[in-house]
């Protein structure tokens, strides 16, 4: 969208990428604590667009929705980081999560049911679903966890800042890559589709919730299990 004199019209390409914004911010949401507010990401993924308008060269050879959406991502990172949103409480319920998966998994030879893991965590059914929403399901995998390190690094310092670097970068090992379609090929099927939905057809939780007529806290709490699931299997790989 260019003006009359032949320059980018800031004004309208704000207007059209606003549903980007608003798409990332939501899909970034499913892997935050809930007092992250959807509307403050969506605040700061403004900004991050906004800088993208002004700093964009179409002599760069790079699409704009692609330059956006890096620029967009980064913004929200970088206030996130300053927030440093997750408390070391949530990531010690997520470290205990994973261990109580691995054991029951190890014992069991299957993925074991919730009230499963709930037993194996000394807790009420009520009570661990409510962990797993305080949770919520993180990253999918890091390398870092594939070392015995107990650092409690944030998951944002996982991030790199640069945006040229291609995260997917990490997975590029053939043995890891594989162990995780092994692992999401084992979790029980209604996690399956929800990680489906949610990776690989870009839906958010609502949507999720609508196509399987559960609530969304409801999606949210499985989606934090499979990803636990998930990160238990990378963890011990």
């Known amino acids: 969208m260019y003006t009359a004199k032949g320059q980018l019209d800031r004004e309208a390409m ?50 704009f929705e692609t330059f956006a ?59 661990y679903q409510s962990m797993l929403a305080k949770v919520r399901g993180t990253q999918l995998v890091y390398i870092e966890d594939m070392s015995s390190s107990e650092d409690d690094d944030g998951f944002l310092d996982r991030f790199p800042d640069d945006p040229d670097v291609d995260p997917m970068q990490q997975l590029r090992d053939q043995r890891l890559r594989q162990a995780l379609v092994e692992a999401i090929k084992v979790l029980p099927e209604r996690e399956q589709y929800i990680m489906s939905m949610y990776y690989e057809n870009d839906m958010n939780l609502k949507e999720i919730a609508a196509v399987l007529g559960i609530t969304e806290s409801r999606v949210c709490q499985l989606h934090s299990q499979s990803i636990a699931r998930l990160r238990s299997k990378m963890r011990h790989h």
């Not at 549903?19 to 507010?37: D, F, Q, S, T, Y």
């Not at 403050?40 to 050879?61: F, N």
């Open 14 to 63: 704000l207007k059209q990428y606003v549903p980007l914004v608003r798409r990332l911010a939501h899909h970034m949401i499913a892997k935050l604590p809930p007092n992250v507010e959807i509307d403050d990401l969506i605040q700061v993924g403004m900004m991050g667009l906004a800088e993208a308008l002004s700093r964009y060269q179409v002599t760069q050879g790079v699409q």
């Open 69 to 127: 959406t890096q620029r967009i991502r980064g913004a929200m990172i970088d206030e996130l980081r300053e927030g440093d949103w997750m408390s070391r409480g949530s990531r010690k319920s997520q470290k205990d999560i994973e261990h109580a998966l691995h054991r029951l998994e190890q014992k069991l030879g299957r993925a074991p049911l919730e009230s499963e893991i709930a037993s194996e965590m000394g807790m009420e059914l009520d009570e």
